[in-house]
C-alpha cells in the first residue's frame, strides 16, 4: 500500500471510531496504536475489545489498519515438482509460475530458468532458450539466475556456453549436477540448517546429504509456503576432473506482491583450488530489456581472453530500467561499487517490478562489488575486487584442498504500483542477515 492510500484508510476509520468512543477512551487506544517496521502499516493494540462492542466487523476494521495490505502480505502456497527424467524442477506459487530449475547435461552449469515475479510477468530475458521479439542475443551464457566465476584454476566457468568453439572448450569448465537431495515443501529454519559449514570435514567433500537429511527426517512447512531444493553438483574441466564440490541450497517464498529466492551455496575444494581476481562473477541475472537502462550507444565487452562481445544499443520506449545500491549509487553509476544491497527497477505492463540482490555479512567479500551493467547484467561479484578497485584492492581468493566457503544470497522480486522502498530492502536483509547465519 502507497502512504496516499494508507493516509486515506486511516482518516476513513479514524473516524468511525471518533465516533465510537468517547474521546478519553479514543485517545487511549490510540496511544498503542504505533507504526509498523514496514512503514506503511499500525499494529493496533489494547483497544480491540472496546471497538468490537461499538462496532459491528470491528475485527475486519482492526485487520485492515494492522494489515493494509492483507492478501499481499497473505503467504501463497508453495508447490515443488520434482522431474528427474526431464532434469528440472518446477516451482509455483498459489498455482502461478515461479520459476524452473533445470540442469540438463547439455547446459554448461545448472539455472534457474524463467523466473516470474508475483504479477505473471517474466523478470529473466528469454534468449538463448526462448528468445523473444526485440530482446538482445548477445552473452548466451547469461541465462536465468546462476553461480560460477571466470577464473577457478585458469578454467573460465562464467562465460562458458554452446557457443564455445570445440578448439577452445579446454580453457572452460563445466558445473554437473550430481543429485537432487532434497525438493519439497519444508520448514524453511530446518532447511538453513542442513547447508554445510566452512569446516574441512564438510559433508558435501563426499557428496552426502546432511545427517538430517540421510536419517529421512523432514520437517513440512506450515500450509507449504516455502518450497525447498537441495543438490550437489561438481565444478569440473573437460575431462570431468572435479576442482569443486557444491552443495546448494534454493528456498522459494512468495506473497501477492514480493517473491524472495534464498540461494546458500557452499564450495568445498577437492584439490587446492585458486580464483584469482576477475571481473565476471559470481551470482549473475539476466533480466528482461525492460530492465534495461536505455542507452543509445552499442556496447563492446571484452573477456580475460581478450574474446570481444558487442552489445547493442537499447533505447526503445518500453526500456526504463536502473539501479540503486544501499550507498545510494543510481543507474550506471552502480557498476563497480561496494554495497551491501543492489536494486533494479523499471516498468513492465502495468506494474513496476523491482528486483534486489541482498549480501551476507559472513560472505567472503562482504560488502559485494555490484557487476550491473546498463545492459541487463545483475550480478554481485565480491572476489574481483582488484577490477573493481583499479588495483587499490587485491583478494585473490584461494581454498586449500577440503576447505570451504559459503555464499549466501537473498532475492527478492516485486511487483506492484511503485518502487520496492529503501526501508522495505533494508528490512528485508536484515531478516535475512538474522536468519541465515
Known sequence: MNTGTFRKRFRKYFSIISRAFPSGRRANAFANAVPSGSGSSLQVLGCASGLSAAIPNAAFILTIIALPTAASAQALPIKVENNPTARNIVITAGGKPFTTFIYPDTLAKPVLYPIYAADDQLITRGFPLATRPGEPVDHPHHLGLWFNYENVNGLDFWNNSYAIPAAKRSQYGWIRTDSILEADNEDPTTALQHYPNTNTANPTSTGRAMPSHASGAVVRSAANTHGVIRYVARWTDQQDNTLLKEHTTYVFSSNQTEREIIRITTLTAVRDVSFPDAKDGMLGLRVTKELQIPSNTPGEFVDDKGNVTKVAAGNT?????????????????????????????????????????????????????????????????????????????????????????????????????ERLSTERVTTLAADFVRTVK
Open 317 to 417: 520506449p518500453d526500456i526504463n530500467g536502473t539501479y540503486l545500491t544501499s550507498e545510494g549509487k543510481k543507474g550506471d553509476s552502480a557498476w563497480g561499487t561496494r554495497g551491501n544491497w543492489c536494486m533494479l527497477y523499471g516498468k513492465k505492463g502495468q506494474d513496476v517490478l523491482s528486483v534486489a540482490i541482498v549480501d551476507h555479512p559472513a560472505n567472503p567479500g562482504y560488502p559485494t562489488y555490484w557487476h550491473a551493467r546498463g545492459y541487463g547484467l545483475f550480478a554481485a561479484n565480491p572476489l574481483g575486487q582488484k577490477v573493481f578497485s583499479n588495483g587499490r584492492e587485491t583478494l585473490n581468493f584461494h581454498l586449500a584442498a577440503g576447505q570451504s566457503a559459503t555464499f549466501r544470497y537473498l532475492i527478492v522480486i516485486s511487483a506492484s504500483g
